[in-house]
């Protein structure tokens, strides 16, 4: 006798437009959440915002399309939890850079009970700038966080003591020149006075004074609220994720690895501080590969730690409404 599929009595349009929703809490370079959903009758549409891309820190969409891979993943689990397998096509249409991905052929096979934990991460995953503390991260958690970014496509290397001296030094170097750059300033300006709009950053998330770190962390060109504290980060581990080609479609794919890595680092209690600043530099990008020795070219650095848990972290950063980010005026009778 055949077995029949798992059923379910809510309908796919209702499961996309969730799993879409569901997607606006992954990490977005300075919480652009620069991506627009498409909810169709029988797929979901992955799109760029361009309202929302950084012209001058990220002119080409490196960090966008990153951020973008991040919410992608995030749909695929969500849509995964609720039981439902789709073929993912990334940049289905050469023709048409907005097109990030598209979701078709959905089947629903009974859920998956890792992506309903991995989803329980997503509501709390956050990012905390604050030192971590002296602990160090334990080496199942590292190894479970770099096979996490493997599945995905792209690759996480964790550095050396050597490495991350070298990588102090290209960040500092990076900082001083995006300081000096009066348009990125002005960017970082507007992402961090957004108050109000479920964009940016809010002083609640950025700390209250530069935390004492290896890696010197982004200066945000403005001091927040956060409380630091006099704990040094000399516990923390740094990491590049990595692929072979610097093509948007590896963008994407180096986004949806860092939402596997840092939603397996929040199921193992590390935290991850993305550091995209080397990367945005041409130059510090350029010395990021060669610290790779030709293994392949930087999408971003990454740092892991435990975070301190004798202070509460920071509160959730803000998002924008679903209907800012989610079109489902295709499917409006359908939904439910
Ligand atoms: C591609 C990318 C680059 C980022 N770069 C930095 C960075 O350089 N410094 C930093 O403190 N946070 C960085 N972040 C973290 C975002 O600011 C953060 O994800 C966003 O504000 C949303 O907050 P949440 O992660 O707490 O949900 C980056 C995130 C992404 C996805």
Redesign the pocket.
Known sequence: MSQQPPTTDRPLTTALAEAAAMAG?A?????TQPWRWRVLPDALELRTAPDRALAATDPEGR?LV??CG?ALHHARVALAAEGWTATVERRADPADDGLLARLTGLRHEGVDPTAMRTVQCMQV???D?RPVSEEPVPGDALAEIVRAASAEGARLQVLSRDQVLELAATAAHAGTVEAEDSQLRAELEYWTSRSGTGTG?PPE?LPEQAPQTTVP??DFGRPGTLPVGPGHDRAARYGLLYGDEDEPVDWLRA?EA?SAAWLTATRYGVSV?????AVEVPGTRQTLRQLLAGLGYPY?VLRLGLADPAHAGPP??PRLAVAQTVDTSAVRDHLR
């Open positions: 809490h990490p977005s370079v300075h919480n960090l990153l951020s991040a995953r956050h990012t700038r950053l998330v962390a982004r986004g860092l501080v993305p550091l995209s600043g971003l959730p950063t």
